[in-house]
């Protein structure tokens, strides 16, 4: 089992900052691919930005130039610098993140439990 816990969601002007983490802990061997994405009241979940295969990063356009995700493979870690933030930045994030449980080295594709961003005019 592995557990992802996020913090740093809040209440935010809009042109604000604010830094999200996600915190993965249980039993892990490696970590691949992670990925932050959002979901609006009345919405789908839309991916946000990832870093795939070690360092490949990806960003959706609305967010490139503003949003810059990052890991600490030291503490198994999982970042999203928020910058310029916009009313349209407003839903819960969520933090994913995929790779090899410690026993028996089986994939894991854990979901954080979403953190609210709320971003006023």
């Known amino acids: 089992q592995v557990q992802l816990v996020e913090s740093g969601g809040g209440l935010v002007q809009a042109g604000g900052s604010l830094r999200l983490s996600c915190a993965a802990s249980g039993s892990i061997f490696s970590i691949n691919n992670v990925a932050w994405y959002r979901q609006a009241p009345g919405k789908q979940r839309e991916l946000v930005a990832r870093i795939i295969s070690g360092d490949s990063t990806n960003y959706a356009d609305s967010v490139k130039g503003r949003f810059t995700i990052s890991r600490d493979n030291a503490k198994n870690t999982v970042y999203l610098q928020m910058n310029s933030l916009k009313p349209e930045d407003t839903a819960v994030y969520y933090c994913?993140?995929?790779?090899?449980?410690?026993?028996?080295?089986?994939?894991?594709?854990?979901w954080g439990q979403g953190i609210q961003v709320t971003v006023s005019s």
């Open positions: 994913n993140v995929q790779g090899l449980t410690r026993i028996a080295r089986r994939s894991f594709d854990s």
